[in-house]
């Protein structure tokens, strides 16, 4: 086939089904699984199977691993940690990792004003935690999200997410005062509108629903992701984020900017929402901060961040020495301009790769996103933009029965998207779109045929 993508079996192979086979009868059938590859080792931006096959990773453990499969630094900082302590516990003493890396978020995150960071174990409980800071700093009950989000799974972050059917069906009750508010889709905006108006009417809207869902000085923060993750991809226009920051700015609202998918260099910035230029109250970090070990922080101004009590926040685990020190490795390396650099060329060539096909794919509707964080949405029609999530799909079986791993987005689920290790390979990066564009060609002519 190529040089990277390496087949011995069938995709999953004999091994992987025996495997799988005890997933299915261990583990809660909610669990859901994008794919069948079934790991033995990773690195960089290739994953072996158990069977012998080596697979190009276009998936990233959801955007867990912009720096790659065990990067080295990474290794060399947690055996280090290892062989120094493991959990002195920070809610119980002090130890200088922590420190540093809080030290490092505070002086590379957006804003010149004085930041502190906490420091937790995921990107729900960064969330959660924003959100607990800023209701106790405004002492008020009201959190906006937006249409679309991916918070987390928590009861408070489930409550703030958007896609019901996938996520909080069954779920219920969920948390109080969340107000949802509409989120621009430029992509699906009405045809009569220009995207210029569209904005406008989206920020129209906005003034609305701080009128008729929720007034302005019941609000503790308002929270949205600068890229939504789970909702496509969608990059929020910068007048809508602006917007944002000037009713934060007149009612003392906080602005908490949600990057766990959207950060760690993955937009060809450290934080997405630094291509705005607006600056954010509080950030919320998780992913590929810490190269796939469980690690989050929250990082905002540091009159917002002091204002619980004493002893009204932390958790047992949250700062883990161990995922501290793979964390301040990680980030270290992110921040280089090469790095970031890097991430905005691998972005340029799937783009490009895409576009290309969308001349000979009519169910290609767009490309979107910013830098290495990229989605290509699939719809049954081009001028009526109907979702075509079963198209989607196929691509992606043929593809990773092929070698290359890939999921799905969106609140239709009509979207593949793009996150390779930055540190893929031109090579490996092209071979793995050669396969996904044979899978988009087979997908279509199997439809011309059914039709």
């Given at each position: 086939m190529g040089t990277e993508i390496k087949k011995v079996t069938e995709i999953p192979g004999p091994k992987s089904k025996e495997i799988l086979a005890r997933r299915a009868a261990a583990l809660p059938a909610g669990l859901g699984k994008s794919t069948e590859v079934v790991v033995e080792k990773a690195e960089g931006a290739l994953i072996w199977d158990v069977d012998g096959n080596q697979l190009v990773d276009f998936a990233g453990g959801i955007g867990m691993v912009n720096l790659g499969h065990r990067p080295q630094a990474v290794v060399d900082a947690v055996k280090a940690q290892l062989d120094q302590y493991i959990h002195p516990g920070a809610l119980v003493t002090t130890f200088e990792p922590y420190l540093e890396f809080a030290e490092l978020l505070n002086a590379i995150t957006p804003g010149d004003f004085p930041k502190k960071t906490l420091l937790a174990n995921s990107g729900s409980e960064a969330v959660e935690n924003a959100v607990s800071i800023a209701r106790y700093y405004t002492k008020r009950p009201a959190i906006i999200c937006f249409e679309g989000a991916y918070h987390g799974r928590t009861m408070l972050t489930l409550s703030l997410t958007s896609k019901y059917g996938l996520f909080k069906k069954g779920f219920g009750s969920y948390a109080q005062d969340i107000y949802r508010f509409h989120s621009p889709n430029v992509y699906r905006r009405p045809d009569s509108m220009t995207e210029e108006q569209y904005i406008d009417f989206c920020i129209e809207r906005f003034d609305q629903n701080l009128i008729s869902h929720v007034d302005p000085s019941a609000v503790a923060a308002i929270i949205i992701e600068p890229v939504q993750g789970e909702g496509g991809?969608?990059?929020?226009?910068?007048?809508?984020?602006?917007?944002?920051?000037?009713?934060?700015?007149?009612?003392?609202?906080?602005?908490?900017?949600?990057?766990?998918?959207?950060?760690?260099?993955?937009?060809?910035?450290?934080?997405?929402?630094?291509?705005?230029?607006?600056?954010?109250?509080?950030?919320?970090?998780?992913?590929?901060?810490?190269?796939?070990?469980?690690?989050?922080?929250?990082?905002?101004?540091?009159?917002?961040?002091?204002?619980?009590?004493?002893?009204?926040?932390?958790?047992?685990?949250?700062?883990?020495?161990?995922?501290?020190?793979?964390?301040?490795?990680?980030?270290?390396?992110?921040?280089?301009?090469?790095?970031?650099?890097?991430?905005?060329?691998?972005?340029?060539?799937?783009?490009?790769?895409?576009?290309?096909?969308?001349?000979?794919?009519?169910?290609?509707?767009?490309?979107?996103?910013?830098?290495?964080?990229?989605?290509?949405?699939?719809?049954?029609?081009?001028?009526?933009?109907?979702?075509?999530?079963?198209?989607?799909?196929?691509?992606?079986?043929?593809?990773?029965?092929?070698?290359?791993?890939?999921?799905?987005?969106?609140?239709?689920?009509?979207?593949?998207r793009f996150l390779p290790p930055i540190v893929i390979t031109d090579a490996q990066l092209n071979e793995g779109l050669d396969v996904i564009e044979k899978a988009i060609h087979e997908v279509t002519n199997e439809k011309m045929q059914l039709a």
């Open positions: 991809f969608i990059p929020v226009p910068k007048r809508f984020l602006e917007k944002i920051r000037q009713v934060c700015d007149t009612h003392g609202i906080v602005f908490i900017a949600d990057e766990v998918q959207a950060g760690a260099g993955r937009t060809g910035k450290f934080l997405s929402i630094e291509h705005s230029g607006v600056v954010p109250d509080i950030v919320t970090m998780a992913k590929s901060i810490g190269s796939g070990l469980p690690i989050s922080a929250i990082t905002g101004k540091a009159e917002i961040m002091d204002a619980p009590h004493l002893g009204g926040i932390g958790g047992t685990y949250s700062g883990s020495p161990i995922a501290v020190a793979g964390a301040l490795a990680t980030v270290k390396e992110i921040i280089k301009p090469e790095f970031l650099n890097r991430a905005v060329h691998v972005g340029q060539i799937i783009t490009d790769r895409i576009n290309a096909m969308k001349e000979k794919y009519p169910a290609i509707a767009e490309v979107r996103g910013i830098g290495a964080m990229l989605v290509v949405e699939f719809v049954k029609d081009r001028k009526t933009k109907e979702p075509d999530m079963d198209f989607a799909m196929a691509v992606i079986k043929k593809s990773v029965s092929n070698g290359v791993i890939l999921i799905r987005a969106g609140l239709y689920t009509n979207c593949i």
